[in-house]
């Protein structure tokens, strides 16, 4: 009989069932994607060998995103939109008063736009 007893004393030791998970994932977030962007992600997650939530969670942790402009160069943005739209005007007055006559101002309006130009290049993330 004292068999028996320990027998099941060790069978109750082990609890019936599935493992607790450690990480319990309890929020939802709901994407909507075309058809296109679904077969693209389930293709990638296929040949990573993850199923696709577990493919878009790491992704989604790994991704790095920037913004599309910076305040600086929008504000360099409104000085170039600020400068063509000097440089209309005096494509105007070169048609009423003579091109030999704005040239001098044309080439400062030019070189203003070059910085600029410069300045937004050399800051592309």
Do not use: Y
């Amino acid at each position: 009989m004292t068999a028996s007893t320990e027998n099941k004393t060790r069978t109750k030791l082990r609890t019936p069932g599935r493992p607790k998970k450690t990480i319990k994932r309890s929020d939802f977030l709901m994407v909507r994607l075309t058809p296109t962007e679904r077969i693209l992600i389930e293709g990638r997650a296929k040949n990573a060998g993850l199923k696709p939530s577990e493919w878009f969670r790491r992704s989604a942790k790994s991704a790095k995103v920037f913004p599309r402009f910076t305040p600086e160069q929008t504000g360099w943005f409104r000085m170039l939109a600020g400068v063509a739209n000097n440089l209309n005007q005096l494509t105007h007055l070169a048609h009423v008063a003579g091109l030999f006559t704005l040239a001098m101002k044309c080439q400062t309006i030019l070189k203003q736009v070059e910085e600029l130009i410069t300045k937004l290049s050399n800051h592309d993330g």
